[in-house]
């Protein structure tokens, strides 16, 4: 039997607005857990992707006229003669044309061609949060590496307007250019193995850890300390890998 005294309902609380891509930006940057909770519920792909791969063009656009060919053509030259003695200046000059033709190409279609990049590292710390009984799907991994890649697009714009304000750029020292990793206190040329190990501990690259071990502990339904052992056990393998190549660089170099 109903009892008639009863209240009716309350009303319906309304739904929580959803976020746009700015917002999560920002919130990814400054309250990451949180923000990460509602990206789960609702992944966006598009909203970033495009932000990075406008700015990357943005970027781009500024970047190239400031581009210094020459410290490339003789980093360049100084390997091949190391390489080859014999080579004549013709050669030289025909790598040279190669050089500068393939860094253009390379450099416009760099923003589109690092969406495979984005791709790679979603689909693998997917399976490797997977593999230790995760949860989560592709989209939201996806939208996560995205987000979470914020600090090395705010990496990108703090070494245009570094460049700008300098007038040029040498690319030679571009791991370098702002002042938030320790390989600027080594010789690129003299200790290529530790320049290669001090940049890859930079600030805005820990910061990225840090943002995909909380969006992917909070997609898998894992603990914090558990997304952290994960992304940074991978992150160290990625950086024997790099370190390992630039030894293996430097000994051909040598010898």
């Given at each position: 039997?109903?009892d008639?005294?009863?209240?009716?309902?309350?009303?319906?609380?309304?739904?929580?607005?959803?976020?746009?891509?700015?917002?999560?930006?920002?919130?990814?940057?400054?309250?990451?857990?949180?923000?990460?909770q509602?990206?789960?519920?609702?992944?966006?792909?598009v909203g970033?992707?495009?932000?990075?791969v406008?700015?990357?063009y943005?970027?781009?656009a500024?970047?190239?006229?400031?581009?210094?060919?020459?410290?490339?053509?003789?980093a360049?030259?100084e390997?091949?003669?190391?390489?080859?003695?014999?080579?004549?200046?013709?050669q030289?000059?025909?790598?040279?044309?190669?050089?500068?033709?393939?860094?253009?190409?390379?450099?416009?279609?760099?923003?589109?061609?690092?969406?495979?990049?984005?791709?790679?590292?979603?689909?693998?710390?997917?399976?490797?949060?997977?593999?230790?009984?995760?949860?989560?799907?592709?989209?939201?991994?996806?939208?996560?590496?995205?987000?979470?890649?914020?600090?090395?697009?705010?990496?990108?714009?703090?070494?245009?307007i570094?460049?700008?304000?300098?007038?040029?750029?040498?690319?030679?020292?571009?791991?370098?250019?702002?002042?938030?990793?320790?390989?600027?206190?080594?010789?690129?040329?003299?200790?290529?193995v530790?320049?290669?190990?001090?940049?890859?501990?930079?600030?805005?690259?820990?910061?990225?850890?840090?943002?995909?071990?909380?969006?992917?502990?909070?997609?898998s339904?894992?603990?914090?300390?558990?997304?952290?052992?994960?992304?940074?056990?991978?992150?160290?393998?990625?950086?024997?890998?790099?370190?390992?190549?630039?030894?293996?660089?430097?000994?051909?170099?040598?010898?």
């Amino acid at each position: 039997m109903t009892d008639v005294h009863q209240p009716p309902p309350g009303p319906t609380p309304p739904a929580e607005p959803k976020k746009n891509v700015f917002a999560r930006i920002a919130g990814v940057l400054f309250a990451p857990a949180e923000t990460f909770q509602d990206i789960a519920k609702r992944p966006d792909i598009v909203g970033p992707l495009l932000v990075i791969v406008i700015l990357g063009y943005i970027t781009t656009a500024l970047v190239m006229p400031k581009f210094d060919f020459a410290a490339v053509s003789a980093a360049q030259q100084e390997e091949m003669r190391k390489k080859n003695p014999d080579m004549s200046a013709e050669q030289m000059a025909q790598m040279d044309s190669i050089t500068q033709a393939a860094t253009k190409v390379f450099a416009w279609v760099g923003p589109i061609l690092f969406i495979v990049w984005y791709v790679i590292v979603a689909g693998v710390l997917l399976l490797a949060f997977r593999l230790f009984g995760g949860e989560g799907t592709f989209p939201q991994a996806f939208s996560v590496t995205l987000f979470a890649w914020m600090p090395m697009v705010l990496l990108g714009l703090i070494s245009t307007i570094v460049i700008m304000a300098r007038g040029s750029f040498d690319p030679t020292t571009a791991a370098t250019l702002v002042k938030s990793n320790p390989a600027f206190l080594v010789d690129m040329k003299e200790q290529p193995v530790l320049y290669s190990l001090f940049s890859s501990f930079d600030l805005f690259t820990i910061w990225t850890i840090a943002l995909l071990s909380i969006g992917f502990a909070t997609v898998s339904r894992k603990s914090k300390a558990m997304g952290a052992a994960i992304v940074v056990s991978l992150w160290l393998c990625l950086v024997v890998v790099k370190v390992g190549f630039a030894a293996f660089t430097a000994s051909r170099m040598n010898g």
